[in-house]
């Protein structure tokens, strides 16, 4: 709607995971570099945390474009809350490809899905291929014998060697559960948290999002940077949605430039609807 107004070629700040926005802040670099030694090393197990909109999404993406040529398998559960018959037969459908499932169907036994790995595994090990299993949302795992079950997963080594990569992609809650679960922590190879991101960072993710839309002018002035930075508090999320309304807001009110008023405007308009 306000592309064209503000000669955009793309809306920057959508909460699509489109990696050509991914800016590469300090911490979110610094958490790419270990979960690809991680993958490269075949460390067995990584989990990559952080607080809600922190842009954990967006990295395991860009994390999937960069190791694909390496790992062409990539298998990704955003619904992890199953039991262990149904997350043993998930898995194992995604890594044999067979996705193409009826609507309606029994789930297979954990016996027969335990089998089907092992082979599945085996002619991934004898092909020399990798594959990445990441596991979305795992602070949503309650069930103690769920998280057993993925931490059995580990036990899978071909000759030695795992043929497999599980990340485990969740909230910071997700680091205290592992710390309960010693058997499981001590099988992490590598563990990143997301940090909320500078004001330095804030504004230069705005100037990169803006970027890969084709902007060709300055859009959202100093103080706006400033007032955007405080009220989002450095959380990529919250940066998209109070950009994107104020993008909006400007075009319908002509605005040349976004200024620090119309992002305190719009952060009060959310919060206001938000309490309704």
Not at 80 to 104: C, H, K, N, Q, Y
Not at 252 to 262: S, V
Request: charged fraction near 20%.
């Amino acid at each position: 709607m306000y592309e064209s107004y503000w000669q955009l070629a793309d809306r920057p700040f959508e909460n699509h995971s489109d990696s050509r926005f991914y800016y590469p802040a300090e911490s979110h670099q610094g958490a790419l570099l270990k979960l690809r030694y991680a993958i490269e090393n075949r460390r067995g197990a990584a989990v990559l945390a952080g607080v809600s909109g922190s842009g954990k999404t967006l990295l395991a993406d860009v994390l999937h474009r960069q190791v694909s040529a390496t790992c062409p398998v990539f298998v990704r559960l955003v619904f992890p809350r199953m039991s262990t018959a149904e997350l043993l037969a998930f898995l194992t459908a995604e890594l044999s490809g067979d996705v193409s499932l009826p609507m309606i169907r029994t789930v297979p036994s954990i016996d027969h899905s335990v089998r089907r790995l092992q082979e599945i595994l085996s002619n991934l090990a004898m092909q020399s291929r990798h594959a990445i299993i990441v596991i979305d949302e795992a602070h949503l795992i309650q069930d103690v014998q769920t998280l057993e079950t993925l931490r059995l997963l580990l036990n899978f080594d071909i000759n030695g060697t795992l043929p497999f990569t599980l990340l485990l992609v969740g909230q910071t809650g997700l680091l205290r559960t592992l710390e309960r679960m010693p058997d499981f922590e001590e099988r992490i190879g590598v563990k990143c948290l997301l940090r909320p991101l500078t004001c330095e960072e804030t504004s230069a993710y705005v100037s990169a999002r803006l970027n890969a839309a084709s902007a060709q002018r300055e859009i959202f002035d100093g103080g706006a940077i400033e007032t955007l930075h405080l009220l989002s508090h450095g959380l990529p999320r919250r940066i998209n949605r109070l950009c994107d309304l104020a993008l909006l807001v400007g075009y319908a009110e002509e605005r040349e430039i976004i200024t620090a008023d119309l992002i305190e405007a719009v952060a009060e308009e959310l919060v206001t609807v938000s309490a309704e």
